[in-house]
């Protein structure tokens, strides 16, 4: 559903992205795996359409992220932070990504129940904590009941009880035939909740495959990432 | 107008009306206003100040309420990172800019009618007379229209800067330093947004600032407002946010 296709990416003159290229498919969890700086951030950015790539194409069913008929309801996005205005209150921020999509109002009550938020709907964003802030991200993305959710470094901020909440929230999503792409940087965290892998180091596409493909002989995802990324002197 | 673009103003609206700093700086600048116009109603010789003279003069330093508000929209956008949420609900981004401005447009018109009516009503108490009807309304509309112009031409370059303290710099720099001291010394500066609207908002202004009638200097700054979008539409389809 998500399809990467030969993304290449140069800010200046440095090579952010370099070729990559993979998939999303349907009723899967994919994990997107790098260590910081890899590019994980700018595929889904350029995903997303919020960066334009300098070559390549991102594609939701078939159709750039910037024309999508109904965005909301076909990709939810969670980057870093919670994406929303300090002064603003957690449910006025949902209203009006609500509005944007032609969402009614009680959908805004449901996603904040949903990510447990209702009881800070009427506090001001700035006073969240960073896990909080993280929960009302995926609230907004939650409004449209998306496709596909594509989440950068869902698990960074949250407490073990939220790992967990979340982990098992993404299986729920693709088991329901959803498509869930994340990414994130710490392996160890997601050998239980990932179908397929693809892995990134400076900019590349390193492997890809199922999670028994990738980790193969090995002990765990882990060894097998820092086995495919140690030779490029990391 | 398409449903994207009806819905998106709609989420516009919601979002500028939602943003505390958008009620104080409305609020703030009403209030202001107000009392500029007791001063300047109080201090003028007796049967020397009309009405609308007091109730007008206010608005060469209340727009800065106005310049912060447009402002102050844009770059809000910025913090939290809210402006990826903003494109990922809204992300053909021509559309969403100039829903941006329309919703601001309409917010800054409603704020600057309440504004400079409450001015004209608060002098004629002080001045202890009354303006017509006609004039008035004509004091208003002009005064408006210049207020809200200000408001997206703000918004416009806050768009290209991105950032609050150098737009607001910027923008305060041209409004009261460089427009002011340009104005007395060179003829271009006639055609300045600032200098251009004068009469716009105080019809008996005499030298360059009344060289241009209201309508025309209308027209000029009209231009520098459709001038400013086009380019921060431009640079914001072409940027990655």
């Known amino acids: 559903m998500l399809k990467i296709d030969r993304l290449t990416k140069r800010r200046g003159s440095a090579l952010i992205l370099s070729d990559v290229s993979f998939e999303a498919r349907r009723g899967r969890v994919t994990g997107f795996l790098g260590p910081n700086g890899a590019g994980k951030s700018s595929t889904l950015r350029i995903l997303l359409g919020l960066d334009h790539p300098t070559s390549g194409t991102a594609l939701v069913d078939g159709v750039r992220f910037a024309a999508l008929r109904d965005p909301l309801a076909k990709v939810g996005a969670v980057l870093d932070g ?40 009427r506090k001001r964003v700035g006073g969240y904590s960073l896990g909080m802030g993280r929960r009302l991200a995926l609230a907004a993305a939650l409004l449209g009941d998306p496709e596909a959710l594509v989440l950068d470094e869902p698990i960074n901020g949250l407490d073990p009880e939220g790992i967990r909440w979340i982990r098992t929230f993404l299986r729920e999503r693709a088991a329901a035939g959803h498509t869930v792409l994340l990414s994130s940087h710490l392996m160890g965290e997601l050998s239980e909740t990932v179908d397929d892998v693809v892995i990134i180091n400076r900019g590349r596409v390193v492997a890809q495959g199922t999670l028994a493909e990738i980790t193969g002989a090995r002990r765990n995802l882990e060894d097998a990432f820092f086995a495919l990324t140690s030779g490029s002197g990391r | 107008m398409s449903h994207d673009t009806r819905r998106w103003i709609h989420a516009e609206t919601t979002k500028l009306w939602s943003l505390p700093a958008t ?98 009503v608060v002098a004629g108490v002080v001045v202890g007379d009354q303006a017509s009807l006609t004039e008035a309304l004509r004091g208003i509309g002009g005064a408006a229209g210049y207020l809200t112009l200000t408001t997206l031409l703000s918004a416009a370059v806050a768009a290209i800067v991105r950032r609050t303290i150098p737009a607001l710099a910027g923008l305060l720099v041209h409004y009261f330093i460089a427009g002011p001291l340009l104005r007395d010394r060179t003829d271009f500066a006639t055609y300045l947004p600032d200098t251009a609207g004068y009469r ?29 979008v086009a380019v921060s539409t431009t640079a914001f389809r072409r940027r990655d946010a």
Do not use: C
């Open chain 1, 82 to 121: 919670s994406g929303a205005h300090r002064s603003r209150t957690g449910r006025a921020h949902l209203n009006w990504v609500a509005a944007a999509g032609g969402i009614p109002r009680r959908r805004v009550d449901e996603v904040l129940e949903l990510v447990e938020l209702s009881g800070a709907a």
């Open chain 2, 23 to 120: 009620h104080l700086t409305a609020l703030g600048t009403l209030v202001a206003s107000a009392m500029l116009a007791i001063a300047f109603g109080a201090a003028g010789r007796p049967g020397g100040t009309t009405v609308l003279d007091a109730g007008l003069a206010p608005v060469g330093y209340t727009q800065v309420g106005f310049i912060i508000l447009g402002v102050v929209a844009v770059t809000s956008e910025y913090s939290g990172g809210q402006l990826r949420t903003t494109l990922t609900a809204m992300p053909r981004r021509t559309t969403q800019h100039l829903a941006k401005l329309v919703s601001l447009a309409q917010f800054a018109l409603l704020a600057a009618v309440i504004t400079v009516l409450a001015s004209i």
């Open chain 2, 200 to 228: 716009m908002w105080f019809p008996g202004a005499t030298g360059r600032l009344g060289a241009l009638s209201p309508l025309t200097g209308a027209a000029v700054v009209l231009a520098w407002v459709v001038l400013a």
